[in-house]
């Protein structure tokens, strides 16, 4: 869990360095008998349902001016000590408030449609962006969007920088809560995101506001 980042390669030349006779096959058989895989980009995770619809990316050389102009979703994968989450969340592009989040066991669109739902109950954005993955390319995602008279917004294909909020929020959870304290149980990585969240939005201030906090800057205190 302190290198969260090593795939059976890089693990198993640590091993060896440590003294144990170990080879490629059996760093593998152990890391998938324990549930451990290291963190990276998934193949698939950003790819678009058959027959769903992709849409334009609306914010190349858009300023972001002003709370509730752009949001954004995006999941990632979270480790345990056994097993793994995945994490959707919805953020504020101008003020980087998470507005809503949602954990889940498997990468349906579910938890990511009951993200979305709650985001709205705090506000409606003009432009909604996310990747091209199945799970936001899916019918019921954009219907709620565009219901709500949002424009649908969607990365191009492998261009991680285009939803660059989405991904300074995972290295901030990631390196700030989940590698430090290694939760073991879904309920204890519940109530660390929980508490995560709440001190992300509330309490750390960020040098892109001028050291204010996404509450203050996303509600003007």
Known sequence: MRTPFYGWRKMGAYLRRLG????????????????????????????????HKRYPYLLRNLPITHVNQVWSADITYMPMLRGFMYLVAVIDWHSRYVL????????????????????????RPKIFNTDQGAQFTADA?????????????MDGRGRALDNV????????????????????????????????????????PHQSLNYRTPAEEHFVL
């Open 141 to 153: 995602f954009t219907a709620c969007l565009l219901a709500a008279n949002i424009q649908v917004s």
């Open 165 to 204: 909020f989405c991904e300074r929020l995972w290295r901030s959870v990631k390196y700030e809560d989940i590698y430090l304290n290694q939760y073991d149980t879904v309920r204890q990585l519940h109530t660390g995101l929980t508490n995560y969240f709440d001190f992300y939005n509330h309490e750390r």
């Open 20 to 51: 144990y006779a170990v080879n490629g096959k059996r760093v593998r058989r152990l890391m998938r008998l324990m549930g451990i895989q290291a963190i990276y980009p998934r193949r698939n995770s950003s790819s678009a349902g058959q027959g």
């Open 100 to 123: 809503a989040w949602q954990l889940s066991n498997t990468l349906d669109g579910i938890f990511c449609l009951d993200a979305l739902r709650l985001a709205l109950n705090k506000g």
